[in-house]
T-cell receptor, first 111, second 110 residues
Framework: GQSLEQPSEVTAVEGAIVQINCTYQTSGFYGLSWYQQHDGGAPTFLSYNGLDGLEETGRFSSFLSRSDSYGYLLLQELQMKDSASYFCAVRVRSGNTPLVFGKGTRLSVIA | NAGVTQTPKFRVLKTGQSMTLLCAQDMNHEYMYWYRQDPGMGLRLIHYSVGEGTTAKGEVPDGYNVSRLKKQNFLLGLESAAPSQTSVYFC?????????FGPGTRLTVL
């Protein structure tokens, strides 16, 4: 089976930095993605890591260590609008194939 | 571009009724997916399609059928709805490493 573990909830202060971890045990691994979903909205793509290391996109960064089956999403300079659920997702087969999603981390940003 | 659209946005069914959810995308993507999202369960793949005329089962396909007669459309059918199918249904299409999601259909089965 496929297993992705991430914290269910995280709370952080506006302006701070928060890290959301994701560990995975899957039958195959071809990349780790992160998606953001606001309440009542659709998931939207944030980042993709196919190789080890850090990918940066503005205030968001994502990291992957394939040897540790581990990745994280780093959000800097937190804003209230960052309050949302964040999902890690693994591509378990090569090519443009379906993703296996974690259960999500609900981030609450407080003043 | 409208991206990925879904109809209807909301629906209430009685147990045993049937319905079809429609997903359309205007990005010329080959790959399309149907997910359901339940509280605390994340997104679970129901069925997917790698191109016109092809479909494949995902993680939770029981009770659902799909068709992809045209590249831009992906239909999800419930032949005999059950309360366990109460959920939010998302359609998505993808290119390379990014999936684009529709706004979702909130389905309640009484």
């Amino acid at each position: 089976g496929q297993s992705l573990e991430q914290p269910s909830e995280v709370t952080a202060v506006e302006g701070a930095i928060v890290q959301i971890n994701c560990t995975y045990q899957t039958s195959g691994f071809y990349g780790l993605s992160w998606y953001q979903q606001h309440d009542g909205g659709a998931p939207t793509f944030l980042s993709y890591n196919g190789l080890d290391g850090l990918e940066e996109t503005g205030r968001f960064s994502s990291f992957l260590s394939r040897s540790d089956s581990y990745g994280y999403l780093l959000l800097q300079e937190l804003q209230m609008k960052d309050s949302a659920s964040y999902f890690c997702a693994v591509r378990v087969r090569s090519g443009n194939t379906p993703l296996v999603f974690g259960k999500g981390t609900r981030l609450s940003v407080i003043a | 571009n409208a991206g990925v659209t879904q109809t209807p946005k909301f629906r209430v069914l009685k147990t045993g009724q049937s319905m079809t959810l429609l997903c359309a995308q205007d990005m010329n993507h080959e790959y399309m997916y149907w997910y359901r999202q339940d509280p605390g369960m994340g997104l679970r793949l129901i069925h997917y399609s790698v191109g016109e005329g092809t479909t494949a089962k995902g993680e939770v396909p029981d009770g659902y059928n799909v068709s992809r007669l045209k590249k831009q459309n992906f239909l999800l059918g419930l032949e005999s709805a059950a309360p366990s199918q109460t959920s939010v249904y998302f359609c998505a299409s993808s290119v390379r490493n990014e999936q684009f999601f529709g706004p979702g259909t909130r389905l309640t089965v009484l």
